[in-house]
């Protein structure tokens, strides 16, 4: 009886071992698939993503592109081709002014219309200057930067006059002592000569 039993003990190891072991092969198995299907997944996605860049990216000379660009340029000329048709007309109606030339104004409102008149008129002269005004403000900056960059070197330049000014004049006081001492040397050396001369002529 013990050995029968043990014998069954060792029978149920053993099963229980390969029931693990099965267990962990369909695991290991499970794993594998998953595995093979994100690789799958990854693969279609690159695909689809290779797709829809070609479709983006699509040959400029492909029969449909071509069409609708075909339609887009006959469109603007038959556009063209109205407007030029149609350029002595054109013309004529910007050349007419937007309002008629006699404003209806009640009597009421005529002391204010004279009084706006000249503002409008001096508003319109101006108009202009006030638009590059207005235009300018963005360049403000860089011209403050550009005055500044100005106002650096003028200074630096002033810097540089002030140092050769004052060089000129220590050169030209030079001078003038050389000249001074030269001078004097050479009427001392007159004067001696001549006494010298007359030294010698009072001898003879």
């Given at each position: 009886m013990?050995?029968?039993?043990?014998?069954?003990?060792?029978?149920?190891?053993?099963?229980?071992?390969?029931?693990t072991d099965l267990l962990c092969f369909s695991r290991v198995e499970?794993?594998?698939?998953i595995s093979d299907i994100r690789a799958e997944i990854n693969q279609k996605s690159l695909e689809l993503e290779l797709l829809r860049l070609e479709q983006e990216t699509a040959d400029i000379a492909h029969p449909l592109h071509l069409s609708?660009?075909?339609q887009a340029l006959q469109a603007m000329?038959?556009?063209?081709?109205?407007?030029?048709?149609?350029k002595?007309?054109?013309r004529q109606r910007l050349a007419q002014p937007l309002c008629q030339e006699n404003l209806p104004i009640e009597a009421s409102y005529h002391?204010?219309?004279?009084?706006?008149?000249?503002?409008?008129?001096n508003f319109i002269e101006k108009l202009e200057i006030y638009v590059g005004t207005i235009q300018s403000i963005p360049r403000i900056q860089d011209s403050v930067n550009n005055m500044d960059n100005a106002l650096a070197r003028m200074e630096s330049l002033e810097?540089?006059?002030?140092?050769l000014t004052e060089r000129i004049l220590t050169w030209r006081e030079q001078q003038k002592a050389t000249f001074q001492i030269n001078s004097e040397s050479n009427s001392s050396s007159i004067n001696a000569q001549i006494s010298y001369l007359s030294i010698e002529n009072?001898?003879?």
């Open positions: 013990m050995n029968r039993h043990s014998v069954f003990s060792v029978l149920q190891n053993v099963i229980d071992q390969t029931q499970e794993l594998q698939r609708r660009k075909c000329n038959s556009h063209l081709e109205a407007l030029l048709r149609e002595r007309t054109l002391r204010f219309a004279a009084e706006l008149l000249p503002l409008a008129v810097a540089d006059m002030e140092e009072l001898h003879s």
